[in-house]
Nanobody, 114 residues
Framework: QVQLVESGGGLVQAGGSLRLSCAAS????????MGWYRQAPGKQRELVAT??????????DSVKGRFTISRDNTKNTVYTVYLQMNSLKPEDTAVYYC?????WGQGTQVTVSS
């Protein structure tokens, strides 16, 4: 099992950018893929983007062309996944969670003001 810690959320105006980071530690040798999810108030948690160890990516239609997921697997003890978010919209406001199979981070708040 891995432990996940997110960082990088905050308040930004519409059209702005933020970069989220997720540091995975523990059994990182077992990681095949990781993803970012988000949950807005009153809504279900939804998939934002995923990335495999090999670098293959997948995005929700709502963020394609605006968000980019990447990973750094060059370190022996920490596996880091990033979510670069550009052209942010108020509807992107949510708590963003990092995920690796059954492991979840604590979440980081992203608020986009209009």
């Amino acid at each position: 099992q891995v432990q996940l810690v997110e960082s990088g959320g905050g308040l930004v105006q519409a059209g702005g950018s933020l970069r989220l980071s997720c540091a995975a530690s523990g059994s990182i040798f077992s990681i095949n893929a990781m993803g970012w999810y988000r949950q807005a108030p009153g809504k279900q948690r939804e998939l934002v983007a995923t990335i495999t160890v090999g670098g293959s990516t997948n995005y929700a239609d709502s963020v394609k062309g605006r968000f980019t997921i990447s990973r750094d697997n060059t370190k022996n003890t920490v596996y880091t996944v990033y979510l670069q978010m550009n052209s942010l919209k108020p509807e992107d406001t949510a708590v963003y969670y990092c995920n690796e199979r059954l492991s979840w981070g604590q979440g980081t708040q992203v608020t986009v003001s209009s």
